[in-house]
């Protein structure tokens, strides 16, 4: 996973998307434009695919960003989840 967040955030920083002066609700516009797209491909009955992939890009892209261990975050909310259980 970690490769992954790697790969992308760099992608993303080359192509200018995102820099240094990126701020959190940058990250929260960009990633409310990506459920928006999500939203409308499930009214159209399209595939989701592409559009589940890229709201989990920008979300992996913010935790990076801000230096949060989002594999070790998810593993903790697991651990939560299945103790609720």
Request: a negative charge; charged letters at 30%; glycine letters at 2%.
């Amino acid at each position: 996973m970690k490769q992954i967040i790697e790969n992308n955030y760099d992608v993303t920083v080359k192509r200018g998307c995102i820099n240094t002066e990126t701020t959190i609700h940058e990250f929260l516009y960009k990633l409310y434009e990506e459920v928006h797209e999500l939203h409308d491909e499930i009214e159209l009955g399209n595939t989701i695919n592409h559009e589940l992939s890229d709201v989990i890009l920008v979300c992996l892209n913010l935790a990076k960003h801000f230096n949060i261990d989002i594999e070790s975050e998810i593993i903790k909310v697991i651990d939560i989840n299945k103790s609720r259980i």
